[in-house]
């Protein structure tokens, strides 16, 4: 077995680790944007927002199916996993892998029969084809959690990027097939789509399962200990009540509010395009946090010194990676009606404040890492529960007058407090030292980017405003944060070190860039 599979031991420093990792999940994260942006406009400008709302909705439930069933099992495989990975233990690692797939299968068969038939009882008819699709797709995407949490445990993500890739890909040509040959029969063409996405999902799940095979095939199954077994069932449990709550929370649970309350089923498809495109764009900062939540679960298995640091550092790194993407989505925002159709005008105003409120959800990750790495998920659920009961009394409230915009507003309100109270709890446990000048420069640089963006788009109408835009943008954020510090020396070798996958060319750019970012003699 190559030993970089098995886990770092504890001399690896965990920010080359951490960087590979990040630059190989985001490599999967920037195919996946860029085939989802290319495919929703596609979908959105054949279909319309009208008859779109029904099929948004069912992908909608298929992902909250997903995330409900594969979250508890998988976060236990991943924590537990990367204990035994980096304390000896691989044998146990092996068993753990095998036990929790088995029981992710089941779990995988289970869903799937009852959402077939629950979709043939209270499903639209003439939707059943396309119902019965998406629920196929959910099994692979089930399964494929727990060798994608496998390689994720082992700190070597790249393990995942090929077949994720490789399925988005597939997805993405056969989508565009639908688009050249059923382009006039909408009921056809969204089945079409319905089964890219079910070809795409089967084959990313069985090369991802290949992957952990060849690593991890040549070990012998060791024996899960009793007091092991009774961990993780409790971690398992606790999970799953956690990621119930984060549908609630920080997902797009408010669409079930607007499916129901909302007469204009519009809303649903604005709502939904809304979030999806702001997730989407999210998951590239998100590639950091996963990478550095692998580490983390790894580091308390090597020892917890280091977790306060990495915390406020992984923070710190995720607003610098969110806070661009996201405003820059909101400023850009009244060019939807361009990308899409002219009747998707009203989702301008709801993409707007989604993608600003996102930002407290990006910077929630790395603490709710941190007392999950600890085991400390109880303030979580219980938090979750209070934040959950004030996004859906905020949905009853809002959506049959707003609509979308209630149900953003809502669902910012909710995730908002969500991070407050998440961030408070964890520097009161865990005597973090947040230096918030430091993130307070950063939201200063972000306001000067949109100032620029804002005056930008304005004088410049068009695609050549929008594509302007991104060029003005990136440079007015580089500049402010030189102007105001807001990186520190220190962060240039962990920031540069994502350059050593870039081809080796662009390296010395790249290094030049983050040094010119934080001088030598940058503020503390």
């Known amino acids: 077995m190559n030993n970089e599979n098995a886990g770092p031991a504890g001399s690896v420093d965990n920010t080359r680790t951490v960087a590979r990792n990040s630059f190989w999940y985001g490599l ?10 290319l495919t929703s406009i596609a979908v959105a400008r054949v279909v319309g927002p009208v008859k779109l709302s029904y099929f948004q909705y069912l992908v909608f439930l298929t992902n909250v199916t997903v995330g409900v069933g594969a979250f508890g099992v998988s976060s236990a495989a991943r924590k537990y996993m990367a204990e035994c990975l980096n304390s000896g233990q691989p044998e146990v690692a092996r068993a753990l892998y095998l036990s929790t797939l088995k029981i992710q299968a089941s779990i995988a068969v289970a869903a799937s029969a009852i959402s077939l038939a629950l979709a043939y009882w209270l499903g639209d008819p003439h939707q059943l084809a396309v119902a019965a699709l998406l629920i196929m797709a959910m099994a692979p995407r089930l399964v494929a959690t727990i060798p994608s949490q496998a390689n994720n445990a082992a700190e070597v993500m790249r393990r995942n990027t090929g077949p994720a890739v490789t399925g988005v890909t597939v997805n993405t040509g056969l989508t565009i097939l639908c688009l050249l040959f059923l382009r006039g029969q909408a009921d056809r063409f969204l089945i079409g789509v319905a089964a890219a996405t079910a070809v795409g999902s089967y084959l990313e799940c069985a090369m991802k399962l290949s992957t952990v095979e060849r690593w991890m095939g040549g070990l012998a199954r060791g024996t899960i200990s009793p007091e092991l077994k009774r961990h993780m069932f409790a971690y398992s449990g606790q999970g799953l009540a956690l990621m119930l709550l984060n549908v609630v929370v920080f997902d797009k649970s408010d669409m079930v509010v607007l499916q129901a309350l909302s007469g204009d089923k519009a809303q649903v498809t604005f709502f939904a395009l809304a979030c999806n495109l702001t997730d989407r764009v999210l998951m590239i900062p998100s590639s950091f946090g996963t990478s550095l939540a692998a580490t983390m679960m790894a580091q308390y298995g090597r020892g917890q010194a280091r977790l306060r640091q990495m915390t406020v550092d992984g923070a710190r790194y995720a607003l610098f990676l969110a806070l661009p993407l996201l405003v820059g989505m909101a400023c850009l925002s009244p060019l939807v009606p361009l990308l899409y159709k002219p009747q998707f005008a009203p989702m301008i105003s709801t993409l707007s404040m989604v ?120 440079a007015i954020w580089f500049l402010a944060l030189r102007l105001t510090g807001s990186l520190k020396p220190e962060d240039v070798s962990r920031i540069a070190s994502v350059g050593g996958h870039l081809p080796a060319r662009f390296r010395p750019h790249w290094n030049r860039l983050i040094g010119w970012l934080a001088p030598a003699g940058s503020a503390a």
């Open 355 to 474: 993608a600003l409120f996102a930002i407290s959800k990006a910077m929630v990750a790395a603490p709710t890492m941190l007392l999950q790495a600890t085991a400390r998920q109880g303030f979580l659920i219980g938090w979750g529960c209070v934040c959950g009961a004030v996004d859906i009394g905020l949905d009853f409230i809002l959506i049959p007058r707003y609509g979308a915009n209630g149900a953003a507003i809502a669902n910012g309100v909710g995730q908002t407090m969500g991070a407050l109270g998440i961030w408070i709890y964890a520097k009161r446990t865990n005597g973090l030292d947040l230096r918030s000048s430091r993130f307070g420069r950063m939201m200063l640089s972000g306001a000067l980017m949109a100032a620029g963006v804002l005056a930008f788009t304005h004088a410049v109408p068009g695609y050549p405003g929008m594509f302007g835009s991104i060029a003005v943008g990136a």
């Open 28 to 37: 999967e994260l920037f195919f996946g944007l860029g085939a989802t942006l």
